[in-house]
Structures are given as C-alpha cells and as structure tokens.
C-alpha cells in the first residue's frame, strides 16, 4: 500500500527527539483492503480506514468514506454483491412469478393433469427449469468473476476457499427464492397477483427489515455521543497516575526508590521519567479499555438485534455472511482493531522503555533514526475460516433454516394437491 | 357524470381489500419511521440542551477562579489552567459545535447518522480529520428508516398497485365498450381515474404525516412553508408515477404486462439509476481517500517542528511587528514572560503547520466540492433522488446542511484560535472584558442554499416528460 509506505518514510525521517515526542507523533496504520472486497465491499465505506497510534489515547478508526459520500451512495452501492445479494433474486422472480399461473391462464395446466403427469413430477420439472436457468446465468458470471478478481493486482492474496464460500452462500439464498418464488406461484391464481407478492416480499426482505430492525436497535440501544465518551473515560481515567504530572507519582517515586535502595530519582539505573510514563500509559489503557468494551457491548448488542431480523429476511444472514467471507464485516473491522490496540501498547511500551533505559532521570535524551527504525513491526493476519465461521454460527443456522423452511414449504404444495 | 365516476372509484377502492390493507400498514409504517425520528431527536435535543447548561457551569466556574485570583484569593500552579493566562480558555472552555436539524427533521434522516451534532472545537484540531461519533458501520450499511425511505421508495409501488391496470381492467372484464359508449372520450375517462386516485393518495399521505407530526409534537404553524414544500414534492413525485402508470396502460396490454413493467420502471428509477449515477460521480470526480493527504500532512508538520524556535519567532515577528510593540508593553513580570515565551512558539509553529498543509486540504476540499456539486446535477435524471434529497433538506440534514456546519465550525475555530493566540503575542492577560467578548459558535439551517427550486424543477421537468410521452402515445393509440 502506497499511502502506508510513505507514513512508514515519516516515521523514519522523523527528527531526532524524546521518544515520547515521538510517541505523540505517532504513526498511522491503514487497514489494508482485502482481495474479495472487490466482490463485497462490506462495511468499508462505513468504518474507517486510518488508525492514529499514539501514546496515551486509543483512537476510533478515521476516514470514514461515508462522511464524504453524497447521498447516492445511500440508494445502494453497485458491486457484485449488490447485484448477487439484491438484484439476482428480482432475476428469479421475473423468470419464476408465472410457472404455475402461466399453465392455469393458458389453460394448459388442465391439458397436463389430463395426461396423468404425477405433480411431484411436474413440481420437479418446474423447480429445475427455474433453478437451471438461475444457475445458467449465475454460475459463469461467477467465474469470470473468480477470474478478474484473482488476477487484478494490489490487494491480499487470493483465497479460493473463500470465494467458493461466497458461491456456496449465493447458490443456497437463490435457491430460497426459487423455492419462494414456486410457491408463490402456486398459491396465486393470476400471474399479476403472484408478481407483486413476491416483489412485496424481495422489497420487505431486503429493504423493509433490515432498516427496521436497525431502527429498533437504534432505539433500543443508542451509541453513546463523542462528549459523553469523554466523560466515560474521565470518570474511568480518574484519580490514577498522569505520566505527564510528576506531583500524580509522588507514591510510585517513593516506591520504586525503596525498591532500588536510593535515595533520589537520579540514582536510579533507569530514567524514572520513563517509568512514569509507562506506568500512566497503564491507567491510559486500562481506562480506554473500559471505555471502548462498553462502546463494543452496544455495538454487538445492535448487532445480535439486527440479526434477529434474519428470521423476516433471507437477505440479512447471506448479507452479513457474505461481507464475513469477503473480510469486509464490522467483526474483521473490530478484530483489525484489536490488533492495532495490542500493537499500539507495544509502541508506546518500547518508546518509554527506551527513554527509562537509554538515560538517567533528569537528563536531556533524544533519540535517533537508529531508534525509530527498531521500533516493533505491525502485522496483521486475517482471520482463519474457522475463526469465520464460528463467528458467523448465527448467520449460517438462520441461512440453512430458511433453505428448509422454504423447501418445506415445496413440499405443502405437493400435499395440497394430492388432496384435490 | 363526474360525481358518479368519483363515487363508482370510492366503491371499486372500498371494496379491494388488498389496496385497504396495504394502505392501512403504509400508515402504520410512516407513523413508526417518523416517531421514531422524532425520538432520536428529542434524545438530541436533550443532549444538546445537557452540553449547552454544562458550557455554562464551566463558564461560571472559569468566571469564580478568574474573580478569586484577580482577588488575589486563588493561585495556579499550573498556570496552563490559570483563567488570567490565555491558554486556560484552550484548556477550560473547549467550545462546543453543535448542529441543529430544522424542525422538520423528523421526515428525513439525512447524514444526520453519519455525522456527529455535537462535538467540542479543540483550536488545533486536525485539519483533514472531522469530529466523528462513534459508530456502527453495520447500521450505517443498512440506513435507517425514515420517511423519506416510505415516501421515496415504497409509495410508489402503492401508486402502482393502485393504478397499473386502470385501462387493461376494463379491457380484460370486458367493461371498456361500455365505458366508451358513454359521452366522455376515454381520455378524460383515464385521467379522471388517475386525478381520483391521486386526490385520495395525496390527502391520506398529507394527512397521516400531519397526524404523525401532532403526536410527535412538531409546531404545524412553525413549519407552514416546509409543509408546503414537502406537499408539493409529494405531489408531484406521486404524479410523476401515476403519469407513468397511465403511460404504461396507454400501451394497450394486460394487466400482468403492465404491473412487470412499471415494477421494471420503478427499480430502474430507484434502484438502478441512483447506483449508475453513484459509479459515474466517482468515476468522473474522483477523490483521493483523506488517508492518502496523511503523508504530506505529517512531513509538513516534520518540517515546521524541526526548525528553531527563535528563527521561526523571529521570522513571524518580522512580519508582525505590531505584536512585539504590544510585548513591549506588557505587565508580566520575567516568570510570565517565560511562559509566554514557550506559548509563542507553540502557537505560532501551530499556524504554520496550519499554513503549510493549507494547500493540500484546499485541494482535498475543492475535489470534494466539485465532486458534490456534479452529483447534485446528474442527481436531477432520478425523481427518487431529487425527492430524497429535497427531505434531506427539508428536515436540515442534507449533505449541504452539514457541509455549511462544517465550515462553520471551522470559521469559529479560526476565530477561537486567533483570539486567544492574539493575545498570547501581545503577552497579555485574561480582562473581564475579554470574556464577556468571546467569541461564540453560531449555526443555523436557514444559512444553507436548500435547492428547494432546483429540486421543484427537476421533479416538474420529470413529470413534464412522462405528461408529453403519455400525449404522444395518446395519439399514437388514438384515445
């Protein structure tokens, strides 16, 4: 990533100075992109992509995408996915709505029963033309897909396994809907009737639930505003030791010099000024930790709401578990995250040791390039598909409860009929 | 033979059980999304109301430790929050920027889920980085529901379902050699049909939002011209679809091929257009993501930190010398004067930094600005957008609205920064005048540019084109 090797050259080339300078200096990470985000964007344009570490304060991602959007991105993101997810199924309604009511208009269907064509038969054959024609389109354009976006250049590796679960989880939601759209088919008794029903229910399962259900989880569990943030850490961060106010460490001072069996800061082997810092960048962490873990609980309180949406909507569980699969998800954003914070404490944990143990207390130390080019390395890996999948164990249940469901709901199309 | 027509309309409609349900939960669903607006913004309200009453606590407690010190009752160790020395306004009255909707804001949720309301003004913030709440990106994919989402995307499938088969129902039962033997061309037979069933939408639409707007306890008479907006949007985004209903039945086909084809209609115009028009916005004007100005941002911020503190002090007093006279005949004693001096680097430092990334953050903004503005241009070949984003407007949360904000609170910052900074150079002290003058942060809706011509136009113009198409077909059929 271009923008991450020249915030890397800034690091490098900064000036000579005290380590904790450049521990406010800091340095950005930017969450890299991966490969199948070309499939499913995600959340991306949502969450942000820069994190500033630095010392003392853990930051929220920046950059958020959305912040600079116009309001067209709101009707809908043109990606693969928006197509797959949201606008294959209205394929297989258009070519589905009117396999049984066609028959019955055309008066064909009499023709065929005067034939002794057992149903379950006909059923098949139905259900087979729908799916094959579904898969005729589906299957190559997947492909080519497959082909483009292992090729083009600049983004993580490709994962195949990943992408064949991509087409594992369409193929299973169109099936839903071919399913859905038999059977309303059906039940309806003029093609007219059966189109709109089934539109209502591609607009209530990929329009209507999820805003509802995120509306509710709005209502029901609000995100807390930036100043009430603010005072959430004041009150976590209250009365610990402030690396920047010597007066706050007068105990740990004392301390650490009965420790080391001297009588003044200046005899210390090591820089006390490092060890403060160290020891409130403690507080700093610990106090964040609290702050951001009740923020998250929110955030995953929302979350398992909108999920339960998926019980309405076939469309949220394969959309959540296809941003899941692409890496795109607030859970790979989170885990992303996490990793920056656990890198952020090393950062700054290096910087003040190297301040406590390349001076004594009192005197004036600046570090050079030597240091800065040491610091520790940031790596991120993303998670296994184990790991995927165990966080998505949710998603997966209600997409497989729908694919029964819905084949169930076949099956009462044969029972009805044996009645008659 | 009008009032029959009328009451034979009422009749068909009363009795189609399907229409009455549908009707009834499109109610229910415009009484949810603006309650529930009205919720959040009541819960904003309050909140701003809290920050509003904690700014003047803060203030009184500024103005208490200002009076003892002056009194000679009270002494600071340290002086960065000692209310006689500049930075202590920095330090402990952080100015709060705080957004306010219109007081429409319950019909559209506009970026108002995107961006914070409320967020304090620190005087060096980073310039490319903007206030944000903290966030879930999950529920910003999906958006929220409001009624700007019922009556952008749902209505029109009610006017659909209520008029898709206005023509081909009488062909198809056979009626329409009955309706042409009556002494009306079927023309007038059609439209009338339409105007009946739009009159009924229209008031039952107005009057259901009104309804929600008493019980979420919005002022009607405050809001008279904005209701009066909205209206006319509303009438001419549900004609706009009703002409195109009228359209399609012109075409003289079934019933079923009528409904496929306005449903095909429909998602062209409010699916398929606006994510053309996104692609085509991004691709034609692209910006650069902010994260990519990081790296000339920070070097510039290297290199102004880098240099010596005299030369840079030397270097600006050359070029204000004003500020050294006014040193000159400052009251501070050695120990200020010492504390001064370390606060004269900063700020000046700070403003060059400020100075040299000016470029790259104009050059960001002037990008952003062009690539907005050419949306709002293309965005005029979708009647959902124009619609969606005249709402926006209406309720004061449009992308223009927070735009302004933004720049507001930059213009403040500015100003909060260069009063403080001011009198930091001139090693002054903190007068009880000083703060009765500071400055305070202002913003209003009314300050935006709404379009709400440019939107009327565009709708009209939309409704122009569907009226001169149906004119066409109409004689090409020969009705």
């Known amino acids: 990533m271009q923008a991450q090797v020249g ?10 100075k005290n380590p904790h300078g450049a521990a406010h200096f800091g340095i ?10 070309l499939v499913d964007r995600g959340v991306n344009r949502y969450a942000g992509t820069a994190f500033f570490v630095e010392g003392h304060v853990r930051n929220e991602a920046q950059f958020r995408k959305i912040e600079d959007e116009t309001g067209l991105v709101r009707f809908g993101e043109l990606t693969p996915a928006y197509i797959l997810i949201t606008l294959m199924p209205l394929f297989i309604i258009l070519i589905g709505f009117n396999v049984f009511t066609k028959e019955r208009e055309a008066g064909t269907w009499r023709m065929l029963q005067s034939h002794d064509v057992p149903l379950h038969k006909l059923l098949i054959g139905k259900w087979a033309g729908v799916t094959f024609t579904t898969f005729m389109l589906f299957i190559p354009l997947f492909i080519l897909m497959g082909i483009i976006v292992s090729s083009v250049s600049g983004f993580g590796d490709f994962s195949f396994a990943h992408y064949l ?24 008794k003029q093609s007219g009737t059966a ?12 329009l209507v639930i999820p805003k509802l259900f995120v509306s509710t989880a709005q209502y029901l569990n609000p995100l807390p505003d930036t100043n009430t943030v603010a005072e959430m850490y004041r009150e976590a961060r209250a009365g610990g030791i402030d690396g920047h106010i010597p007066s706050s460490a007068r105990e740990l001072e004392k301390q650490v010099m009965e420790e080391y069996g001297v009588d003044t800061l200046e005899d ?20 964040y930790n609290h702050v951001f873990s009740q923020i998250r609980s929110t955030i995953s309180d929302q979350d398992a709401l909108i999920r339960k949406g998926s019980v309405f909507s076939p469309f949220l569980p394969v959309r959540n578990l296809s941003m899941a699969m692409a890496f795109t998800d607030v859970n790979t954003h989170w885990d992303f995250s996490e990793a920056v914070e656990r890198y952020r404490q090393e950062f700054v944990l290096y910087l003040n040791e190297d301040l406590m143990y390349s001076s004594r207390t009192g005197e004036t130390y600046l570090a050079g390039s030597d240091v800065w080019a040491a610091k520790p390395g940031f790596s991120y890996e993303l998670p296994e598909m184990e790991d995927v999948i165990k966080a998505q164990t949710d998603n997966i249940f209600m997409l497989f409860g729908w694919v029964v469901f819905s084949f169930l709901g076949l099956l009462t199309i044969r029972q009805k009929t044996e009645e008659v | 033979m009008l009032s029959k ?28 999304s603006t309650l529930n607006r009205s919720y959040h913004h009541e819960m904003y309200q309050a909140k701003v109301d809290e920050v509003r009453q904690a700014q003047i606590v803060e203030f009184q407690n500024f103005l208490a430790d200002y009076d003892s010190v002056k009194a000679g009752l009270k002494e600071f160790d340290n002086q960065r929050i000692n209310p006689v020395f500049p930075f202590s306004l920095e330090m402990r009255l952080i100015p709060q920027a705080v957004f306010e909707p219109t007081g429409l804001a319950l019909i559209a949720i506009g970026k108002s889920d995107i961006h914070a309301g409320i967020f304090p003004v620190r005087t060096f913030s980073d310039p490319i980085n903007k206030a944000s709440v903290f966030y879930n990106p999950s529920t910003d994919l999906f958006g929220s529901f409001d009624f700007a989402f019922v009556l952008v995307f ?9 008029s898709y088969n206005i023509l081909s129902e009488e ?46 306890g919005v002022s009607l008479s405050e809001n008279v011209t904005g209701i009066t907006l909205l209206s006319g949007y509303t009438a001419l985004y549900l004609l706009f679809w009703f002409g195109v209903s009228l359209l399609v039945n012109l075409l003289g086909k079934s019933s079923s091929f009528n409904i496929t084809s306005l449903l095909g209609v429909w998602v062209f115009f409010v699916l398929v257009i606006p994510t053309l028009l996104h692609v085509t916005v991004e691709t034609l004007y692209e910006v650069p993501p902010r994260s990519e100005a990081l790296v000339e941002i920070r070097n510039a911020e290297e290199e102004a930190m880098s240099q010596d503190r005299d030369e840079i002090l030397d270097r600006y007093f050359m070029d204000h010398p004003e500020f050294i006279e006014a040193a000159e005949g400052s009251s501070a004693d050695e120990q200020w004067k010492e504390t001064y001096e370390f606060y004269k680097w900063l700020y000046v430092v700070r403003q060059n930094i400020a100075e040299a990334v000016s470029p790259i953050v104009n050059d960001y903004c002037d990008r952003l600005a062009r690539q907005q503005e050419f949306a709002g241009t293309i965005s005029a070949l979708s009647p959902a957008v124009v619609l969606k984003d005249a709402m926006s407007s209406l309720a004061g949360t449009s992308t223009d609205h927070y735009n302004h904000f933004h720049r507001s609170t930059e213009d403040f910052r500015l100003e909060w920064m260069s009063t403080i900074r001011d009198k930091m150079l001139r090693e002054e002290f903190v007068s009880r005048d000083d703060l009765d003058a500071l400055p305070r942060f202002s913003y209003s809706p009314t300050d935006v540019n709404n379009g709400f011509g440019r939107a009327g136009m565009a709708l009209s113009l939309h409704l122009l084109a569907v009226c001169g198409l149906i004119l066409l077909f109409r004689k090409r059929v020969g009705v």
């Open chain 2, 171 to 216: 062909r198809e039962n056979g009626t329409l050699r009955m309706v042409m033997s009556q002494p009306v061309s079927l023309m007038a037979f059609l439209v009338s049909r339409i105007s009946f069933r739009f009159l009924i939408l229209f008031a039952a639409l107005i009057l259901v939002l009104l309804l929600s707007m008493v019980i979420a």
């Open chain 1, 28 to 37: 950005y990470l930017l969450k890299p992109e991966s490969r199948l985000s």
């Open chain 1, 165 to 188: 679960m991509l087409g594992v989880l369409y193929s299973l939601y169109y099936l839903i809907f071919i399913n859905i759209t038999l059977i309303v088919s059906w039940f309806s």
């Open chain 2, 154 to 162: 749902l209505i029109p499938l009610i006017v659909i379902a209520f």
């Open chain 2, 5 to 32: 027509m009328f009451h034979l309309e009422w009749r068909n409609m009363t009795n189609n059980r399907w229409l009455l349900v549908s009707f009834v939960l499109l109610s229910g669903l415009i009484l949810v």
């Open chain 1, 268 to 287: 210390l082997p090591f820089n006390f000024a490092g060890y403060r810092l160290q020891a409130g960048e403690e507080y700093d962490t610990k106090a």
């Open chain 1, 195 to 206: 189109f709109i029903t089934l539109l209502a229910v591609w607009i209530v399962a990929t």
């Open chain 1, 7 to 16: 915030i890397d050259e800034n690091w490098f080339n900064q000036r000579d």
